[in-house]
């Protein structure tokens, strides 16, 4: 079945001298007695040896480690030690021109009048001198490599990121999305054939899981991410090999890498829009019942169902006799305990075999369970496999070359899908270390249930729990969305609302740190508040950088005076680094355009910092000075 295709038994991982150990005992095979004393005796030995060692290790007393210097986001000359006084000339005209509503709003027509007055040449020249040369990391993967490397020797790491884009008209991007994306199905397995009209055995799709043409084009009112269109399958094998070279280029550049990636390039969004729907609707089910035992209004990871109760209810609905259902649960050991949570509810799906069983939802309406699909076709059965299987190649990739996957985060009715798959590859990649990254976007409403839920679940199963916490890309597309299509708004109402969300997730996490030790986060913001807010949390825990659990990470280009006074004062801090040729990114650098336009109380402070710095190296005399 889909949520669990990743889920491949983990292969025996040998200790150091284990192997030595297991070749010993086949040779003894055909040894003599005493052969295989004596090995046997070697091997206690060496296992007494190894015991001794490690305990040794871990009685030597380790001085600790000297306090974090907490980084001062006033000294511009921290801030800007990096850069010559030409990038900082660069970044004040950048900036400047970001700011003229007029240029931003027709930056399309602006460009391709420039493309034809000046020529291709003088084009690419004059963007890499300007914002190409601010945003823009370099055009291939060595290309890229001394900026990587300069910024290492400030202590400033990067998530590496192919920013090339389509270039889609709006009409172009609507059809793909109806035709190829979410409604180019065979006539057994379209949307429309699977519930969309009204008939006879039919199951209804909510609303918010159905393709819709005003919001076929989801770059519309996306500034900060960057969105891909289902083509055919060999396209979305491209892309693949796309992250496998960002991936490749991350450990080949540094040696605490990322890479990040986008689940809906890499296979139709069709799958990701229909499990959504299945697990959105299995977790409303149990809320559902959770309001029958009066536990309505709980955190998530707080309610916990009587089982006996539950058992009862279930029968009642008629989704089996009595005997059957408890069968059900005892088989699964699921409610030992005497109640069911969340995760054990969750645990239900994971159980079942087949893809297509997957999709079978409760009606709560009618109390009955049925199928939200009735048959994958074989075609369609395929692309789901081979879209697991290119996220599995990927996972595979970045735990031999030793660099973490961020999986971004995407529209509400993709995101639980992702969320769901990523979390297959953390069950399975992230057994000895973080390696696999999921995004929490914290202006939605159940961003806390998302994450505390994950965590815990990290905790049952012992491995490693990783987090991005961003404020969100797409809070407009959303908020229009769901007003004009009829559901429930997921996006918090305010930003204060937002920023209350992001320090309550992000607490909890930093808590589990501080407990477990065996989770990480990315505090991916360009809010100096937020910024200082988790310094301070770390101090109050007593969480050192050096322990390397808690990132910072802001994009290449912008909130320089955040990322390498971080850098310089020992703490985890990444840049986003965006890298491709030049007429390729012109999406993207529309996007930072845009972004910087709506960004102006932080560009005004960068801005002041900027001049601050200019002015003091004029004043000095090192206006003209290398950079050091």
């Known amino acids: 079945m889909a949520g669990c295709a990743l889920r491949q038994p983990l292969p025996l991982l040998l200790l150091p001298g284990r192997s030595l150990i297991c070749c010993a005992r086949l040779r003894s095979t055909a040894a003599a007695p005493k052969q295989k004393e004596e090995a046997a005796a070697a091997a206690k030995a060496e296992a007494r040896a190894r015991g001794q060692a490690q305990r040794r290790l871990r009685d030597v007393p380790r001085p600790p480690p000297a306090p974090a210097r907490m980084p001062d986001f006033s000294n511009s000359r921290e801030a800007y030690r990096s850069k010559t006084s030409a990038q900082l000339l660069r970044s004040l005209l950048v900036f400047r021109l970001c700011s003229y509503d007029v240029l931003v709003n027709r ?3 602006l460009i391709n009048l420039s493309r034809a007055l000046l020529g291709r040449w ?4 004059l963007m890499k001198m300007t914002f190409y040369g601010q945003f823009v990391a370099g055009e291939d993967q060595e290309d890229i490599k001394p900026l990587i490397r300069r910024n290492r020797t400030f202590g400033v790491g990067s998530i590496l990121d192919y920013s090339v884009e389509d270039d889609l008209t709006q009409e172009e991007a609507e059809t793909k999305e109806m035709d190829n994306g979410l409604a180019g199905q065979s006539a057994r397995g379209s949307c429309e054939s699977l519930g969309l009209k009204d008939g006879e055995g039919e199951v209804q799709r909510e609303k918010k899981f159905q393709p819709h043409r005003q919001f076929g084009d989801r770059r519309e009112s996306v500034i900060s991410a960057r969105t ?3 083509a055919d399958e060999s396209k979305c094998d491209q892309h693949m090999e796309t992250f496998l070279k960002c991936i490749l280029a991350s450990g080949g550049s540094s040696e605490d890498g990322f890479a990040a990636i986008k689940l809906t390039a890499l296979g139709r969004p069709q799958f990701l829009l229909q499990f959504s729907e299945v697990l959105v609707k299995w977790r409303s089910f149990f809320r559902h019942l959770a309001a029958e035992q009066g536990l309505a209004g709980q955190d998530a990871v707080d309610t916990k169902l009587d089982l006996e109760h539950l058992q009862e209810t279930l029968a009642r609905l008629g989704i089996g006799t009595l005997d059957e259902i408890t069968h059900w649960f005892n088989g699964e050991k699921i409610g030992l305990s005497g109640t069911v949570d969340l995760l054990d509810w969750n645990s239900l799906i994971d159980n079942r075999t087949k893809v297509a069983k997957l999709f079978v ?4 309406q009618t109390g009955t369970v049925e199928p939200l699909l009735h048959q994958f076709t074989e075609q369609e059965e395929l692309q789901m496999k081979r879209m697991l299987q290119r996220i599995d190649v990927l996972a595979k990739r970045a735990l031999e070359m030793g660099v973490c996957l ?3 985060a995407e529209q509400t009715y993709f995101q639980p899908a992702i969320s769901r798959l990523t979390l297959e590859m953390q069950r399975k990649f992230n057994t000895e270390k973080p390696v696999i990254f999921n995004t929490y976007q914290c202006y939605l409403k159940d961003a806390y249930d998302n994450v ?7 905790r049952r199963e012992n491995w490693y729990f990783g987090a991005k916490l961003v404020r969100g890309a797409y809070m407009e597309q959303e908020r229009k969305r769901a007003k004009e299509v009829g559901y429930e708004d997921p996006i918090n109402e305010s930003y204060k609302a937002t920023n209350a969300m992001y320090h309550r997730c992000l607490d909890y996490i930093l808590d589990e740190i501080k ?6 986060v990315m505090v991916a913001s360009h809010n100096e508040s937020t910024v200082n807010y988790t310094l301070q949390r770390m101090h109050d825990l007593g969480l050192h950088p050096s322990a390397r659990k808690i990132y910072f990470g802001q994009l290449l280009g912008m909130s320089d005076q955040i990322t390498f006074p971080l850098g310089q004062a020992g703490y985890p801090v990444y840049k986003y680094v965006p890298y491709g040729p030049v ?5 993207y650098l529309s996007r930072r355009a845009q972004e910087n336009k709506g960004m102006v109380a932080g560009t005004q402070r960068e801005r002041r910092l900027l001049w601050g710095e200019l002015k003091r190296r004029t004043t000095a005399g090192e206006l003209f000075k290398p950079v050091s």
């Open 107 to 109: 930056h399309k027509e």
């Open 122 to 125: 003088l084009f690419r020249k």
């Open 228 to 230: 891909y269109f289902y």
């Open 361 to 364: 939802v409760p009606n709560v």
């Open 406 to 408: 961020m999986v971004d």
């Open 452 to 458: 505390t839920v994950d965590v815990e679940l990290s």
């Open 515 to 520: 407990v477990n030790r065996r989770a990480n």
């Open 583 to 587: 007429e390729e990114v012109l999406p």
